[in-house]
């Protein structure tokens, strides 16, 4: 597993602009991507990707510090193929395209098990309807989703994955939606996961700050600029299916919405984990398959008494 670093800064007011920055850190054409945005005012943005550890990220940032100029930084892991092979579980994300769907679409949930607070525990009731304007994009891709975090398969992958004796879902119809109320099945299907994780240890990189204080299951959010890292305790896996969801949903609490004038409730949502032997069906081969796969997947993260950090199962 390696970290690597985007570092991204404007480079129109640097005297020399870009090479400044990049003569004296030594970062080639190789790292780096350059936009020149200037409409009006000259804008050139200019894009670093380094690994973490590599001795021109300090030279970067200190130069930068040096003329004063502002950065923006994020953080992602890219992990061997040992890695993803050896996992107990993987993050299902989404890399290619999401809908809007749900209630507003005709969807029905019952709430009668979900936390009042913040709504986790929500059950889908009904099929999925999603926008009808959406399904061009969606078409595009064998996995997408919604941005409800519901994830949708395309049906020769359903086909594969039934095949395959996969545990812990059951793969329901998809109907697009038009303005008029007509309802168009999808190739589409949707993962309808049943099995729930036990709370992820709290090592995992998640920030709490607003986490439901009823349930302490709902409103997690991601650390800004920082990779996703799920960590779970051996005991933890004892239940696993091949499909599961996270106990925690992610979202935000309601929140003023000044544009809108009104308190607005985003979406809210755990995330999917599934084993190697369903990335292994639901990944492209080759890279030309691969721009149709429309997800990617991230190893979950083992904490033990032997060890003192979380680590990774190799
Ligand atoms: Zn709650």
């Known amino acids: 597993m390696k970290t ?8 129109a007011r640097l005297p020399g602009r870009e090479a400044a920055i990049l003569g004296p850190s030594g970062c080639g054409n190789d790292v780096v991507e350059i936009q020149d945005l200037t409409i009006d005012v000259p804008s050139i943005l200019v894009k670093i990707t380094l690994e973490e550890t590599d001795p021109r990220v300090s030279k970067v940032l200190t130069l930068l510090d040096q003329y004063g100029e502002e950065r923006w930084v994020s953080r992602w892991d890219v992990y061997t193929e040992d890695e993803l092979q050896s996992a107990p579980l993987l993050i299902l994300g989404l890399t290619g395209a999401t809908a809007s769907g749900g209630q507003e679409y005709g969807t029905t949930y019952d709430t009668s098990p979900a936390c009042p607070k913040c709504g986790t525990g929500t059950r889908q009731t009904s099929a ?6 959406d399904l061009n994009e969606i078409a595009k891709f064998r996995v997408a989703g919604t941005t409800d975090g519901e994830r949708l398969v395309l049906d020769v992958d359903v086909e594969r994955l039934l095949a395959a004796g996969v545990t812990g879902a059951l793969f329901w119809p998809v109907y697009a939606k038009s303005k008029g109320g007509d309802l168009e099945e999808l190739r589409h299907q949707q993962i309808f996961i049943e099995h729930v994780m036990p709370p992820m240890s709290l090592k995992s990189s998640l920030n709490r700050t607003k986490a439901c204080p009823d349930c302490g299951r709902g409103w997690y959010t991601h650390m800004m600029n ?3 890292r799920f960590v779970y305790r051996g005991e933890d896996l004892a239940n696993i299916q091949d499909f599961n969801l996270t106990s925690e949903w992610f979202g935000e609490p309601p929140h003023f919405c000044e544009p809108l004038n009104a308190v607005v409730q985003g979406p809210r949502h755990p995330w999917v984990l599934v084993t190697p032997k369903v990335m292994n069906l639901l990944r492209g081969k080759t890279k030309k398959e691969q721009k149709y796969q429309g997800c990617g997947f991230a190893p979950i993260w083992i904490e033990d008494d032997s060890h003192d ?3 990774l199962m190799t």
């Open 226 to 228: 920082e990779p996703i």
């Open 128 to 133: 999925l309807n999603i926008d009808r304007s």
């Open 309 to 311: 950090k979380p680590y």
């Open 4 to 11: 690597m670093m985007d570092i991204e800064f404007h480079a």
